[in-house]
């Protein structure tokens, strides 16, 4: 064959598949919901096998499985008046968060399927997919073309960095935070051309809700303040419709639920100075930024930290910076839109870049956000030096890898198991995950193949969880002395309740030491009034003593607040005035 027929050959490959790209551009540009239902059915095809996926432990079970008032409807006020997570010990909520909107939307799912984690995934993806359709509406009105809108809004819904934010159950609070702030954001553009009072209320009210979500809410704060600078700066005084939701909420959070700011122990970062933050900058940024261009290692909970500024990161960093502002000035149209996304993607990597310290160094939930600013500025790009078919032909082979990342990565979200097997390793410092994966061992007994895990986990990092966990490593190797060490640790280093009643076990059960145990227990019980299990062993302590006045007052206290065979023969006994003897049930 001849270099002519060849050449013929592919010119009329290319007019075929020119005219189906033709037929393909008219019919996203001219059909008026076909962008529609094609965002949502691809979205459906990417993120349908997560629907199969189960709980992951930790803040799945913590917030849903293992908090009684999230499964009943009742509970629904108190949500307004406390933090996330809830101690039946105590009867207290506590945490760092303030997320009331998460907790009611978990408490709706359960009321109608009880603990199914089908029904809290669909819920998930629902709103998920509304995100991309909202930022279909958005990119529209910030009059982009219905085709690179289309492109954008499909990029931001399939991207494999945004993945752990739908796959994840605990992450409900960051599809939520995002959709009521864009409807907000999308009414306050349309109410400059209605002038309509109800409008700017109706844009308070989804501020606030969207708030309730979530507190990283607050940057749709700034991007109305960031849009009316940019596009109505005559209207300055329309950006006084946020003061009102943020009022309400800065009077909910801090003086009804009395929920502040506060560092997590397991935070390492929260441990640095101000300076030593800075340094973690340009690695952080850079890590979002190459994570979003080349998503091949996706991993949760990173706590990796850098001892000096990483001169390829800050290199990269300001090599970025400079190409985005060089490239603005280059533009020929939409620069009002490419600087607007170039804010929107500065002030979210700004609350997330660890200047102010958060409890991780890096999470892909958090770029959530942000990933729409750099969509954004990559949509404004496309719009000046795309032409249609070759735009057409770009996005659709980037979505097609993408998708398939995504896809792949909702297998690794199966369960627990599958998730930390795939992820170990992957990051520095991986301290948290470490213990995870050793905890689901130890509930499997598994106390051999956990104590590598968990011993890694403390020498990089100690905290409540894994100083406990190794104690009770300890326990099983009959290392009582190391393992007392490690329960003691653990207490030091925090207060939970878990900790506790694995000391007071270990101390009343194993080693006998009845007056540290009766200490212990005395200092703890006036918080932990409702701890059946320190009840439990001070029954006991009293029954030794022949004090069966306060053991019987103990052991009834300890049945009601837990009717469980191993408390009600206890009860049995102290009335019997028997030796008691459990240990045939505590082995069980």
Not at 321 to 344: D, P
Request: overall charge positive; glycine content about 4%.
């Amino acid at each position: 064959m001849t270099p002519t027929k060849n050449f013929q050959g592919v010119k009329t490959l290319w007019n075929h598949v020119s005219k189906y790209l033709n037929r393909a551009i008219q019919a996203i540009e001219k059909a008026k919901r076909l962008p529609t239902y094609l965002i949502v059915l691809v979205g459906c095809l990417v993120f349908f096998n997560s629907l199969f996926n189960g709980f992951i432990i930790g803040d799945d079970e913590e917030q849903i499985l293992l908090n009684p008032l999230v499964q009943s409807l009742n509970n629904l006020p108190q949500f307004f008046l406390g933090s996330t997570y809830y101690e039946i010990a105590s009867k207290s909520n506590f945490g760092l968060f303030y997320r009331p909107l998460m907790l009611s939307s978990y408490s709706l799912i359960y009321a109608v399927v009880g603990p199914d984690p089908f029904m809290f995934h669909l819920v998930q993806v629902v709103f998920h997919l509304g995100n991309g359709l909202l930022l279909f509406l958005l990119f529209k009105k910030l009059k982009l073309s219905r085709l690179v809108a289309f492109f954008a809004s499909l990029l931001f819904l399939i991207h494999p960095i945004n993945s752990e934010t739908v796959f994840h159950i605990a992450n409900l609070q960051e599809v939520l935070f995002l959709f009521f702030g864009l409807v907000s954001t999308l009414i306050y553009i349309n109410s400059f051309k209605t002038k309509n009072l109800f409008h700017q209320a109706v844009v308070s009210l989804f501020l606030l809700i969207a708030l309730f979500a979530k507190e990283t809410a607050i940057l749709f704060i700034v991007l109305i303040a960031l849009y009316t600078w940019v596009y109505q700066r005559s209207k300055l005084r329309s950006m006084f419709v946020v003061i009102p939701p943020i009022l309400v909420y800065v009077f909910f959070r801090l003086k009804l639920a009395q929920v502040h700011y506060q560092i997590p122990q397991i935070s390492q970062i929260g441990e640095l100075s101000l300076n030593q933050r800075l340094f973690q900058v340009p690695s952080v940024v850079w890590y979002y930024l190459k994570t979003f261009l080349f998503p091949a290692k996706l991993v949760t909970q990173q706590f990796w930290l850098v001892a000096s500024i990483q001169w390829f990161d800050l290199v990269a960093f300001v090599s970025f910076c400079l190409a985005i502002i060089f490239i603005g000035f280059r533009l020929k149209s939409h620069q009002k839109l490419y600087w607007f996304f170039g804010g929107w993607l500065l002030v979210g990597l700004g609350l997330h870049s660890q200047v102010m310290p958060l409890y991780l160094t890096v999470a892909e939930r958090w770029f959530y956000f942000p990933s729409i600013g750099v969509i954004g500025l990559v949509a404004s790009m496309a719009a000046n030096f795309l032409g249609k078919k070759t735009l057409m032909i770009f996005f659709t082979s980037i979505l097609v890898i993408l998708s398939v990342r995504t896809f792949v990565r909702s297998f690794d979200w199966r369960d627990s198991y599958s998730l930390l097997e795939a992820d170990l390793g992957q990051a520095e410092n991986d301290y948290y995950n470490q213990n995870l994966y050793g905890s689901l061992l130890i509930r499997e007994g598994a106390y051999q193949q956990a104590e590598p895990y968990i011993l890694q986990s403390t020498s990089q990092h100690k905290f409540i969880g894994n100083m406990s966990n190794l104690g009770s490593v300890y326990l099983h190797q009959q290392k009582l002395e190391d393992a007392e060490r490690a329960y003691k640790q653990s207490l030091e280093l925090g207060q939970s309740y878990t900790s506790l009643v694995n000391y007071v076990n270990f101390l009343f059960y194993f080693k006998k030491d009845y007056q540290t145990t009766q200490t212990v227990i005395a200092s703890y019980l006036p918080h932990y009034r409702n701890g059946y299990d320190l009840w439990l062993v001070q029954a006991q302590l009293y029954a030794q003593t022949g004090d069966y006045s306060k053991a019987l007052q103990s052991a009834q206290i300890a049945y009601q607040l837990h009717q469980s065979q191993i408390t009600a023969e206890v009860l049995r006994q102290v009335k019997a005035k028997e030796p008691i003897q459990i240990g045939h049930l505590l082995s069980n």
